[in-house]
């Protein structure tokens, strides 16, 4: 079964305290792993997309890493206004028949 | 990238109302999708929606309880009918074309008292 999960659930850190977050899968056919974020009250905001594994992105203090089995969003030295919940989906399947697969997501918060 | 507008953005309803919410791209695309987010959890396919046929729902929803229409390229609605406080959650539009990423209106606020 088609599956997505992410760890921690929720992640506190103090303002400049690099860490990562963590999206493991299990797909049938992966066609691209993406990286959102979320903002309390809206809709997903979108961060990557990973077709390949060893393929890394990059944007301001996030990069997003890819595995056969895994990718990370690694958060370098964290700013108070990275707060949100960071979600991670995956694409199975193809043409008409696609559709993402979402992870629960991570909800950082970080402090000031 | 696509930019989609969402109404409302948020609504009180009484329970056994129906609430149509609307979803409209700057851009024409063939897939449109409806998701509903439920407080504290992930994103839930409701139904993709093609321009032309009948909408595909998910298990778990139904067509009698969520009608969508999409009678363009540009444009869809979904109805939530005969609510009840379970509906209460935060309905998502979003649209992609095929080999990129998944694009969404800022969503609808929806509580059924």
């Known amino acids: 079964e088609d599956q997505v999960t992410q760890s921690p659930e929720a992640l506190r850190l103090q303002e400049g305290e690099s860490s990562s977050l963590n999206c493991s899968y299990t797909v049938s056919g992966l066609r691209g792993l993406f990286w959102y974020r979320q903002d309390p009250g809206k809709g997903p905001e979108f961060l990557f997309t990973l077709y390949s594994a060893g393929e890394e992105k990059e944007k301001e203090r996030l990069k997003a890493t890819l595995t056969k089995k895994e990718s990370f969003l690694h958060i370098t030295a964290p700013k108070p206004e990275d707060s949100a919940t960071y979600l991670c989906?995956?694409?199975?399947?193809?043409?008409?028949?696609?559709?993402?697969?979402w992870g629960l997501g991570t909800s950082l918060g970080v402090n000031p | 990238s696509a930019v989609i507008s969402q109404k409302p953005s948020r609504d009180i309803c009484q329970r056994g109302t129906s609430l149509t919410i609307q979803c409209q791209v700057d851009s024409q695309v063939t897939m449109m999708f409806w998701y509903r987010q439920q407080p504290g959890q992930s994103l839930t396919l409701i139904a993709t929606a093609n321009q032309g046929s009948e909408a595909t729902y998910e298990s778990g929803f139904v067509i009698d309880k969520f009608p969508i229409s999409r009678p363009n390229l540009t444009f869809s609605t979904l109805t939530v009918s005969n609510m009840s406080p379970e509906d209460s959650s935060i309905y998502l539009c979003?649209?992609?074309?095929?080999?990129?990423?998944?694009?969404f209106g800022q969503g609808t606020r929806l509580t059924v008292v």
């Open positions: 979003s649209v992609e074309r095929i080999g990129t990423e998944a694009f």
């Open positions: 989906a995956v694409q199975a399947g193809a043409g008409n028949n696609r559709k993402l697969i």
